[in-house]
């Protein structure tokens, strides 16, 4: 069974600010991890996603997430946060399957202060 | 890029009623899925399909029907609703399953009264 956890229900920083948002899984086996945001209103949007290679991964609008298995970790990053990143966001890991499923954590609110 | 489109937004209906939720893909994904979304839990996964005519049971299945008609189209039925199912319910597709990337409509809130 493939489980993920989201520590921080809710994180408020200033704009400008960097920004780390922590995910941590447990699985046994190969696994995708993914991020997704959710803006106020709206549906998950993709943001980037890990399976293998370079552990570090890259997204849109600045966001990386660095896989590590030591740590049981796929944490999100940002150098420098904008208001519009102000948003609800999403960890998700699947297994290596066929007809793996996605399974969420619990979100974390990222409040941006102007 | 993907469209996905849920149908009703909004919902009331009494403990006891009948509710379908409409979802339509327009980018020939071959998986849908419904989830739910409550505040504490998160997303999780109520039913999901990998073609017409294909249902999986996914984590919180009870109380919850769903049928895919065509590859673009995937229904959540609640027959008896309780109150239990008022919340934020989201689609999504995909091209694949494994590794998949979902797209997700912008959901259907629910109330059971």
């Known amino acids: 069974t493939q489980t993920v956890s989201q520590s921080d229900a809710h994180v408020t920083v200033f704009e400008g600010d960097s920004v780390e948002l922590r995910c941590n899984y447990s699985?046994?086996?190969?696994?995708?991890l993914s991020w997704y945001i959710q803006h106020h209103g709206h549906g998950l949007q993709f943001l980037l996603k890990y399976y293998s290679g370079n552990p570090v991964v890259q997204g849109v609008n600045g966001f990386e997430a660095e896989f590590s298995k030591s740590d049981s970790s796929f944490h999100l990053r940002k150098a420098s946060v904008h208001w519009s990143d102000s948003a609800v966001y999403f960890c998700?890991?699947?297994?290596?399957?066929?007809?793996?499923?996605?399974?969420f954590g619990k979100g974390t609110k990222l409040s941006v202060k102007s | 890029e993907a469209a996905v489109t849920q149908s009703p937004r909004n919902k009331v209906t009494v403990t006891g009623g009948n509710v379908t939720l409409s979802c339509r893909q327009t980018n020939s994904h071959n998986y849908m899925y419904w989830y739910r979304q409550d505040t504490g839990h998160g997303l999780r996964l109520i039913h999901y399909s990998y073609g017409a005519g294909n249902l999986q049971i996914g984590d919180v299945p009870d109380g919850y029907k769903a049928t895919r008609t065509t590859q673009e189209d995937f229904f959540l039925l609640l027959e008896l609703a309780s109150p239990s199912q008022t919340s934020l319910y989201f689609c999504a597709s995909s091209w694949t399953g494994s590794g998949n990337t979902l797209y997700f409509g912008e959901g259907s809130r629910l109330i059971v009264v």
């Open positions: 998700a890991v699947s297994s290596g399957g066929s007809n793996a499923k996605l399974t």
């Open positions: 699985y046994g086996g190969s696994i995708y």
